[in-house]
């Protein structure tokens, strides 16, 4: 008999600040019965989501159920910068330039951003949840210009249009005197992340998508021709499984010593009052990735998206528990304090709100895991640091292969190879934090 147990289940470290600033969520509908359905979606994020609005597609009449082990919102989909990019964006690279089929991958990403737009359009979603406003990478030294001028001349190779601007310009999106020069690209759709997520269930629970909160799934087996999905309190049975767990698919023994678990470290301040942005200036929204990948993503929201605030992301740790440390989001809060302080002296020392880790992962080879790794048992895992795009497509992918249904976005994580195994532990864990450390430092004013 095949079986599946969970080795470990989700543990978030501090809140999911883009869930605190909505209204709060209905009671959560808690699995505790035995029930059937045709397919089964554990992870109500990004993939896991896109994949019962494409099964909902492909499959208007079928039985879908989706088990989330927290509330939908909670988890990565309220913990990420929102940034739905469509552009290369490699994050091993220092300059994002990738390094496979740019074209292919702007154009599936491209697709992710459409099917986004649409579910938005379908179910109603607050559009300032889903803002096409492109984004800037920001440049705050001439190292950091220069990423950006070979980051300019890559996109123009690949007849994609973007605009240098210098200090001043700069000065007069952010407020701050910080940056150099920035590169602005249109594509960038800025989400209010938990925003969308909780719009997409809200609009799959109206279409007979059923959704159940709070009720991890503690392992699954083959149970005749399907599988039997198991939770604290109830059970699934169901013909096909799909898993949107990302990095948590390695706590059900899948792909084991080859994903690198992963948490970035953000955080957000209190409501900006009209004095101190009277003193910010600049545009009530924004976003700036850094010219180095290693550097500190900053954004700037306004009461549309949570109230005007400002979003800091530094800070990279790996940790193959799957756990980040009180410790680990203690000194990137430090960290992000000081960083914020230099971009905005106007408001030096204004209190953080949220300060919180998000859970990441990658494989070596930059690719996903997204097939079928048993019979009637689909993955959409393994978002590589960008999963709003990256998850929406991989959710689809997986519905797309559960039906039998072939197109450029499945047959793309098809040819993908299987992640590369990771060197031993504890070396892979000590030498990895070694370099995140080094290259943090070496892009400590970007």
């Not at 359009?121 to 300032?128: M, Q, T």
């Not at 020069?181 to 960038?188: D, E, K, Q, R, V």
């Not at 550097?295 to 549309?304: K, L, V």
């Amino acid at each position: 008999m095949t079986r599946f147990t969970a080795c470990r289940l989700p543990v978030q470290r501090g809140p999911a600040a883009w869930n605190a600033l909505l209204d709060p969520q209905p009671a959560a509908r808690q699995l505790s019965d035995k029930i059937t359905a045709d397919f089964t979606i554990v992870g109500a994020g990004f993939a896991g989501l896109s994949a019962a609005r494409r099964l909902r597609q492909l499959a208007p009449d079928a039985r879908i159920v989706v088990l989330e082990a927290g509330r939908v919102a909670e988890g990565a989909a309220g913990r990420n910068s929102g940034f739905m990019i469509d552009l290369p964006h490699d994050l091993a690279s220092d300059d994002y330039a990738g390094a496979g089929d740019d074209r292919a991958m702007i154009r599936l990403n491209r697709q992710a951003i459409a099917f986004a737009r649409a579910a938005v359009e379908e179910y109603g979603i607050d559009p300032n949840y889903f803002d096409p406003a492109g984004k800037v990478n920001g440049a705050a030294s001439p190292a950091g210009h220069a990423h950006n001028q070979s980051y300019a001349r890559h996109l123009d190779s690949l007849g994609e249009r973007s605009e240098m601007l210098d200090r001043q310009q700069m000065q007069e999106l952010t407020g701050s005197r910080h940056y150099v020069s920035g590169l602005y690209t249109p594509g960038t759709v800025m989400l209010q992340p938990a925003g969308y997520v909780r719009g997409l269930a809200a609009g799959l629970a109206a279409d007979g998508v059923q959704i159940f909160e709070c009720g991890a799934v503690t392992g699954f087996q083959r149970d005749g021709a399907g599988w039997r999905v198991q939770t604290a309190r109830g059970q699934v049975s169901t013909g096909r499984l799909i898993l949107s767990v990302n990095g948590h698919l390695e706590s059900f023994g899948v792909e084991r010593g080859r994903l690198m678990q992963l948490f970035l470290f953000a955080a957000m301040t209190r409501e900006l009052e009209a004095d101190a942005l009277a003193r910010l200036g600049g545009q009530p929204r924004w976003g700036v990735t850094p010219s180095d990948p290693m550097g500190a993503t900053m954004r700037r929201i306004d009461t549309g998206q949570g109230g005007n605030r400002i979003i800091t992301r530094t800070c990279a740790v790996l940790r193959p528990g799957m756990e980040a440390r009180a410790a680990d989001l203690r000194r990137a809060a430090a960290v992000m304090r000081r960083k914020f302080d230099r971009r905005f002296p106007q408001l030096r020392g204004i209190a953080m709100e949220y300060e919180w880790a998000g859970h990441l992962c990658l494989s070596l080879n930059g690719v996903s895991v997204t097939r079928e790794i048993e019979t009637g048992v689909y993955s959409a895992c393994v978002q590589n640091g960008l999963g709003t795009a990256r998850g929406t497509l991989t959710g689809i992918a997986a519905a797309e292969m559960a039906c039998g249904v072939r197109s450029g976005i499945s047959e793309h994580f098809e040819a993908e190879d299987r992640p590369k195994r990771l060197p031993p532990r504890p070396l892979s864990e000590v030498g990895a934090n070694m370099v995140l450390r080094w290259k943090e430092w070496r892009a400590r004013n970007e």
